[in-house]
């Protein structure tokens, strides 16, 4: 069965701060790759997607995620994290064309720390 | 507007209770997700579907159904509720492999 593994559950930044969140998947051909956000009593919200091409993707609000095959990740990256950053992030992953089912992972709660 | 939405927002029903939660999407999408949310674990698919009068399996099936009545309604059942039901349910619709749109969700209490 495929995986999704957010390695760090709880993360804690100071505003202004870079952030990485880490993403890893078992799968062996590429699949899709997703990053979701979810607010405070709200709904997941896509930030940026991978299907194939550059393995850097631009996301909404600063975000990007690289996609690394040698090392099956999806990290995602922001360069100055701003306090309403704060959400629970979720990595998601499709097995691409064909397959409909995405495999989430357990997700990163961000807190940002004015 | 919201393009998929959930009813009700809020529900709290007794052990044995019998349950219905609504997901209506307008994106015309061919796929419509059924997931519960719970600490620690993420999201985990329950059914999902295909099209109107099509029903696939999920990974934590048990103690649900669910039926897709036209390409916009999909519903999720819970006929002997558990405390274990107890959760965060998310509707969710898609194209196809691309990405899933989701619901404001739904917070299910059951006593």
């Known amino acids: 069965a495929q995986s999704v593994t957010q390695p760090d559950a709880r993360v804690t930044v100071s505003e202004g701060a870079s952030l990485q969140l880490r993403c890893k998947y078992s799968y062996s051909a590429t699949p899709y790759l997703f990053w979701y956000v979810q607010y405070p009593r709200q709904g997941l919200q896509l930030l940026l997607k991978?299907?194939?091409?550059?393995?850097v993707v631009q996301g909404v609000n600063g975000f990007e995620a690289e996609f690394s095959k040698s090392n099956s990740s999806f990290h995602l990256r922001k360069a100055s994290v701003h306090w309403s950053d704060s959400a629970v992030y979720f990595c998601?992953?499709?097995?691409?064309?064909?397959?409909?089912?995405?495999?989430f992972g357990k997700g990163t709660s961000l807190t940002v720390i004015p | 507007e919201a393009a998929v939405t959930q009813s009700p927002r809020n529900k709290v029903t007794v052990t044995g209770g019998n349950v219905t939660l609504s997901c209506r999407q307008t994106?015309?999408?061919?796929?419509m997700y059924w997931y519960r949310q719970d600490t620690g674990h993420g999201l985990r698919l329950i059914h999902y579907?295909?099209?109107?009068?099509?029903?696939q399996i999920g990974d934590v099936p048990d103690g649900y159904k669910a039926t897709r009545t036209t390409q916009e309604d999909f519903f999720l059942l819970l006929e002997l509720a558990s405390p274990s039901q107890t959760s965060l349910y998310f509707c969710a619709s898609a194209p196809g492999a691309a990405e899933q749109f989701f619901g404001p969700g739904t917070r299910l209490t059951v006593l």
């Open positions: 994106n015309s999408h061919n796929y």
């Open positions: 991978y299907y194939s091409g550059d393995p």
């Open positions: 998601a992953v499709s097995m691409g064309p064909g397959y409909q089912n995405f495999y």
């Open positions: 579907s295909y099209g109107a009068g099509n029903l």
